[in-house]
């Protein structure tokens, strides 16, 4: 009975990840969709491009190196499916707690649920440096990103290794991160600042005489249902991130994920429709759509323990945050032409700080301490592998093609050709 009661167990937990992993994946798509609803027409085809490519490079390189670094073990020639049951079967029958300890599921389960997050880390670059970096010079900085500066800083934090002690201070002084505000959202904006800082801004958006001019989306419908595939995907980044669905403890857990996420992006919005309402004496779409993203960034942290109330109210915090720091942002004349920096980085920031307010074994100084080894490691990192190929092949296009669109330079065909004027 037990034998059974077990095999149902790890082929919940196991179809639990893979489900969570796949809603993750479809992420991908959400950025696709919000990247190409906020830049002009004529970038379309390629910010479409580095979502897709990205994605694919991700997966490679996690596969070849970056899920070694982070966890241990290479699985690109061994192979990572569990095949001999036996053996999983008599290795969880020893254990003291015997099936109600942690997670058993599939090691390739596990595999594909970490993968789809190195994704997602990378698609917040490929918004903040749009329609002015070179589409290959973004592709081999998703190389080194996905491939060692990302599995790095994971192996620091969920990966267990210390780096210098700052991991292993003691219970004292523990990092928390439950998905990943930290870890995959802030990391991701890091990256992005940096290539950012090196790039400049595009031409025509900040005037002579400090003025910041609005350079208006091609397409606020694409951009409005990538933020609600955001939202449907981010069931499965937090709740995936439970780890575990067979037992009556970690369902009700999971149940309790889904209800702040969901709560969370919602006071997002409406903060940040308010606060633009406050500031602009308009509904801005775009910062609503942002003002849901920052609410869903900040929960990340941790969706477990506060209450559906709590988790509105950090959501709330995160939407009014995202709509200064994009203001600042464009007073500092840092161009981010879809808030990429200011929902991940910013918020991002927040929610790993926020942790403590509900968890009591979290401290502010542990996530203190977390937060700035991530941000330093990434920014730094990042900053000289841009620099790298900045020197070698350039990152920016010219003049001329970026007043074009990178599409017809980049990739040679435009996404909405019957609408170009011959």
Excluded at 186 to 209: E, F, I, Q, S
């Amino acid at each position: 009975m037990e034998n059974n009661i077990f095999q149902l167990q790890y082929a919940m937990d196991t179809f639990y990840f893979l489900v969570c992993g796949a809603l993750v994946m479809w992420m991908a798509a959400g950025f696709a969709m919000l990247e190409a609803g906020l830049v002009r027409s004529k970038n379309t085809t390629e910010i479409l491009t580095k979502n897709i490519a990205l994605y694919a490079i991700s997966c490679i390189m996690y596969l070849v190196c970056g899920y070694a670094i982070m966890y241990g073990g290479t699985y690109f020639l061994t192979g990572i499916a569990d095949v001999d049951s036996a053996a999983v079967l008599s290795d969880f029958a020893s254990r003291e707690d015997g099936f109600e300890g942690g997670a058993i599921y599939s090691k390739a389960s596990d595999f594909f649920f970490q993968v789809v997050f190195v994704a997602t880390a990378m698609s917040i670059v490929s918004g903040a440096v749009a329609e002015r970096m070179k589409l290959w010079a973004f592709l081999a900085f998703a190389v080194v990103m996905t491939g060692f500066i990302y599995p790095m800083e994971g192996s620091w934090t969920w990966g267990g290794n210390s780096v210098f002690g700052l991991f292993s201070l003691g219970d004292d002084f523990a990092f928390s991160d439950f998905a990943g505000s930290g870890i995959v959202h802030m990391a991701g904006a890091a990256a992005a600042l940096a290539g950012v800082l090196l790039l400049g801004a595009r031409k025509g958006k900040y005037g002579a005489n400090g003025t910041v001019n609005a350079i208006p989306g091609s397409n606020l419908p694409l951009a409005t249902l990538g933020t609600f595939i955001l939202w449907m995907g981010w069931f499965g980044f937090n709740g995936g991130s439970v780890l575990k669905l067979g037992d009556i403890a970690n369902a009700n857990s999971v149940a309790m994920v889904f209800l702040n996420t969901n709560a969370a992006a919602a006071g997002g919005l409406v903060a940040a429709l308010l606060l633009a309402r406050v500031l602009f004496k308009k509904a801005d779409l775009t910062m609503a759509l942002n003002g849901a993203l920052a609410g869903l960034v900040a929960i990340t942290a941790e969706p477990s323990t506060p209450t559906a109330l709590q988790a509105t109210l950090i959501g709330a915090i995160g939407g009014l945050l995202v709509v200064v720091a994009i203001l600042t942002l464009d007073k500092l004349k840092i161009d981010d032409p879809v808030g990429a920096i200011s929902v991940h980085g910013v918020v991002g920031l927040f929610g790993v700080l926020v942790v403590p307010a509900t968890k009591a074994e979290a401290t502010l100084v542990g996530q203190l301490v977390g937060a700035a080894t991530i941000f330093v490691w990434v920014f730094v990192c990042s900053l000289i592998v841009w620099g790298i190929l900045k020197a070698v092949m350039g990152i920016r296009v010219s003049e001329e093609e970026e007043y074009e669109g990178v599409d017809l330079a980049e990739c040679g065909m435009e996404a909405y050709p019957e609408f170009t004027n011959k």
